[in-house]
């Protein structure tokens, strides 16, 4: 079972566009903390168009409206939504091999996406991760160039809406300095991985003294 005991963790992390997911998960990979190796950032599909700096398999699977709505009705998505003027869906496929070989796998996704996991996989680790303040999301989201104000402020307003779910997650990171959220984000899979529920006694070599 993908994401049991003798697989990967299949971690969620969600937060408003521009606070500094991707960023956060590149820093925990490329750290040499404990489980910074066996972590593997999921790549999303989605129907938007790509920008200038991102590429086809490295930052996004970009497919077409009809090809997004085949793959959901053959069922090769392990959850998708809407967001803003796009869709969005994480390939079940790859997730589940990555999980089978011991990798712990983050999709960074959003909310509705992360509540289709929570029930389809209840062994999922849920983490949200915060800006420091409205002013400095504000700020970020003005640093991308490619958008018109109009888009950061619709951005904004999905945030506030998101903000009611977090009580539905496990965990929360406030993203104030990128190295120090990148430490949170792995101490929470060092914790998740010591949870007594999903240690396996078959693990122990040997029978044990009496």
Not at 51 to 73: A, I, K, L
């Amino acid at each position: 079972m993908p994401g049991s005991r003798d697989g990967g963790l299949l971690v969620v992390l969600s937060g408003p566009s521009g606070v500094g997911k991707d960023t956060v998960v590149v820093r925990a990979t490329a750290g040499r903390a404990e489980g910074a190796r066996r972590l593997r950032r999921s790549v999303s599909v989605t129907t938007r168009k790509p920008r200038p700096e991102e590429s086809e398999g490295t930052h996004y699977f970009f497919r077409s409206p009809q090809e997004f709505e085949r793959m959901v009705r053959d069922g090769e998505l392990l959850e998708w939504a809407s967001y803003l003027d796009h869709r969005y869906g994480t390939p079940r496929t790859w997730v589940d091999r990555q999980l089978a070989a011991g990798y712990d796998v983050v999709l960074e996704i959003e909310v509705k996406g992360a509540m289709q996991v929570r029930e389809r996989r209840p062994e999922a680790v849920l983490i949200y991760m915060l800006p420091p303040s409205w002013r400095a999301l504000r700020r970020r989201l003005a640093t991308r160039r490619s958008e018109e104000k109009g888009m950061q402020d619709r951005r904004l307003a999905v945030a506030r809406q998101e903000l009611r779910h977090v009580r539905e997650y496990d965990y929360v990171i406030v993203n104030d300095r990128v190295p120090r959220a990148a430490q949170r984000l792995l101490a929470i899979l060092v914790a998740e991985r010591a949870r007594a529920n999903r240690w396996d006694p078959g693990s122990l070599a040997g029978e044990a003294d009496g």
